[in-house]
């Protein structure tokens, strides 16, 4: 039998990854891993996404090796001179992989393609991250700007779609093909950070699964109202796992679905729509490829952004500014690599609005830092929350955070879980610590400005300074297509 490359990027699984079970049809197969990440320029990974991929590859090689084969690591300057290196030295002659979509990877695998093919080498790719790839959901040939629209066409396309098996065997690798220990790599950070991360993370597609049984068990009734409480475990927790591809969209919808034999309940529908943005995100970027640094909304490029204030920004990524409810979250953050979607809209906000930093300075840092570090997906929500994105909040809605928090997390579970320092402080001032009366602070044995920060802005004039520099933004009058 020949040989064949399989070549890992994002589908750290065996299950449902259609490179892997067309390779195995027709051949013995290698699977490779290629360390290259210069070629991925935006979309080459960061640190906390580095420390995952460690894991990820670990546990996939562990997987392999239980069946007989093994991970083979590889590195060079780029995947192309790596592949051609390994199907001259093993006479390969195929290489299969499931596609990427940021601009760069896309680049990079039409050339890889070619070569390989004006090789004599037969390449394919598959999608295996996807419902649907950015290309197939399109109004008269254009792509759609609105988020309901165009998750109505995917639902009338039907997103309930067929899954392939895991394979049973896995061929045996020739020990004359040699590779690297993935710890050569330096995937791990060097800093005493990674800790929390593993506390809170098993990287792999066992892991996976068994966040997805735990939704199934206890989350998925309720989903609806609870997604949006960070104080509970209301949502699935896979976005990296999603991410890495250790688990795929089909596989997901797929098992819920017949969790509920094939009823679509408010609360799954719901969580379908999310699943439905993660889509959306990637038919954004492919359609609009600038907006990976630039913003969807044209008119965003001549926004007057004051000189970043160090003070300010220094205060929003240690979670010292003063507001609860965002700086629980950016150290959550910190400390697991992972923050909940309500809290990161209100940070989000907070950064750009209120503080008027621009939002790809707070985009690139959720991109070290977050495990699930997506570049579709980051880049809409950033662009989202500024007000610059496509289908996006508009500009005059700036979130209090004050009041989100005294909405979403009413029984203070979440900040009192992060900000220890505010433990005692009754729930009707946990989140406006500053609107407290002296004598509640003092009962609570908190001084502000020692024990906790006073907020670096206030909310109520840095929201008017906000509207009315937006405001400017809305009588500009451009072509937006
Ligand atoms: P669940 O509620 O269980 O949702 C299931 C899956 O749907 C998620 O795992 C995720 O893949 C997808 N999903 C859910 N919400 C969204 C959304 N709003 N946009 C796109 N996909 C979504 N998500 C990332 O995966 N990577 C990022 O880098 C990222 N950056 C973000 C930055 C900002 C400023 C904001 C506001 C949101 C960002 N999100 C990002 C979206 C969202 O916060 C996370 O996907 C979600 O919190 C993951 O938690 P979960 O897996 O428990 O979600």
């Known amino acids: 039998m020949t040989l064949a490359i399989w070549w890992i990027r994002r589908d750290l699984r065996l299950g449902d990854n259609p490179a892997l079970s067309a390779a195995l049809r027709h051949h013995k197969v290698i699977p490779l891993y290629i360390h290259a990440p210069e070629e991925e320029g935006a979309a080459a990974p960061g640190a906390a996404s580095r420390w995952w991929l460690h894991h990820g590859l670990q546990a996939l090689d562990a997987q392999l090796r239980g069946m007989g084969s093994r991970l083979v690591v590889r590195e060079g300057r780029s995947a192309l001179s790596v592949l051609e290196a390994i199907t001259r030295e093993t006479s390969a002659e195929a290489v299969y992989w499931n596609r990427q979509y940021a601009p760069t990877q896309i680049e990079r695998d039409k050339g890889v393609k070619a070569a390989l093919r004006g090789k004599g080498i037969h390449a394919e790719s598959f999608n295996a991250a996807l419902l649907f790839e950015p290309w ?49 790599l330096g995937l791990l950070p060097k800093i005493p950070w990674a800790l929390g991360l ?225 433990v005692s402080l009754p729930d009707r001032w946990l989140h406006r610590p500053w609107a407290a009366p002296a004598n509640v602070l003092c009962d609570a044995g908190l001084r502000l400005g020692e024990h906790y920060p006073h907020p670096v802005v206030d909310l109520g004039e840095s929201r008017s300074r906000a509207l009315a520099s937006f405001a400017q933004l809305k009588a500009t009058k451009i072509n937006l297509t």
């Open 198 to 422: 593993e506390e809170r993370w098993s990287p792999g597609e066992a892991a996976a699964w068994k966040k997805l049984e735990r939704f199934l068990d206890q989350a998925l009734e309720g989903y609806k109202t609870h997604r949006d409480r960070p104080g509970i475990e209301g949502t699935t927790r896979l976005s990296p796992h999603l991410h890495f591809g250790e688990i795929g969209p089909r596989q997901v919808v797929r098992t819920v679905m017949s969790r509920l034999g094939g009823v679509i309940n408010a609360d799954a529908a719901h969580f379908f729509s999310e699943l439905g943005w993660r889509e959306f995100s990637h038919h954004l970027l492919f359609h609009f490829p600038h907006t990976v640094d630039h913003p969807m909304d044209r008119r965003w490029n001549a926004f007057p952004w004051p000189a970043v204030d160090p003070r300010l920004w220094q205060a929003w990524i240690t979670g010292c500014t003063g507001i609860p409810l965002v700086d629980a979250g950016m150290r959550e953050l910190w400390h697991t690599g992972w923050m909940h979607n309500r809290v990161r809209m209100n940070a989000a906000s907070l950064l750009v609005k209120n503080m008027l930093i621009p939002w790809q300075e707070g985009e690139r840092w959720f991109w070290d830092t977050l495990v699930d570090a997506d570049l579709a997906n980051n880049i809409q929500g950033w662009q989202w929350t500024a007000g610059c994105g496509a289908d996006a909040a508009p500009y005059f809605r700036i979130f209090n955070p004050g009041l989100q928090g005294e909405r979403f997390d009413g029984s203070g579970e979440y900040v009192r879980r992060w900000l220890p320092e505010l």
């Open 136 to 184: 197939v959901i399109e109004r008269e040939g254009k792509p759609y700007r609105v988020f309901t629209p165009y998750w109505n066409a995917c639902l009338k396309h039907g997103i309930d779609q067929p899954v392939l098996p895991s394979p049973v065997v896995m061929p045996q690798i020739p020990s004359s093909i040699q590779d690297l220990p993935l710890g050569t």
